[in-house]
Nanobody, 124 residues
Framework: EVQLQASGGGSVQAGGSLRLSCAVSGFTRDDYAIGWFRQAPGKERELIASIRRRDGSSDVRDSVQGRAAVVFSNTKNTVYLQMNSLKPEDTAVYFC?????????????????WGQGTLVTVSS
């Protein structure tokens, strides 16, 4: 059974940094990708970054470009989302999700498994 566990959220002041973690378990092959999404109050859930397990290739969306990076841990069972220069508009619940074909998918519906969210609050 595939399971995802997001953690690392919290409260931070504008300009600060956070590293979110997504613990991944249950995959028997390397052909999957992990996406990080966020959902701010009253807004739709949006993809902000994704990474392929097989080769570590990644994609970071414009909304966080230059302030975010996504990597697999050395043990390959955790995906980190490093967020720097945080802004109040980064306040949201952050989710990780898995796409089981190993594609850097861009749409919410392309992701097959979801973890629970972790709340990030950025104060000005």
């Amino acid at each position: 059974e595939v399971q995802l566990q997001a953690s690392g959220g919290g409260s931070v002041q504008a300009g600060g940094s956070l590293r979110l973690s997504c613990a991944v378990s249950g995959f028997t092959r390397d052909d999957y990708a992990i996406g990080w999404f966020r959902q701010a109050p009253g807004k739709e859930r949006e993809l902000i970054a994704s990474i392929r397990r097989r080769d570590g290739s990644s994609d970071v969306r414009d909304s966080v470009q230059g302030r975010a990076a996504v990597v697999f841990s050395n043990t390959k069972n955790t995906v980190y989302l490093q967020m720097n220069s945080l802004k109040p508009e980064d306040t949201a619940v952050y989710f990780c999700a898995a796409e089981k074909e190993g594609i850097l998918a861009g749409l919410i519906g392309e992701y097959d498994y979801w973890g629970q969210g972790t709340l990030v609050t950025v104060s000005s």
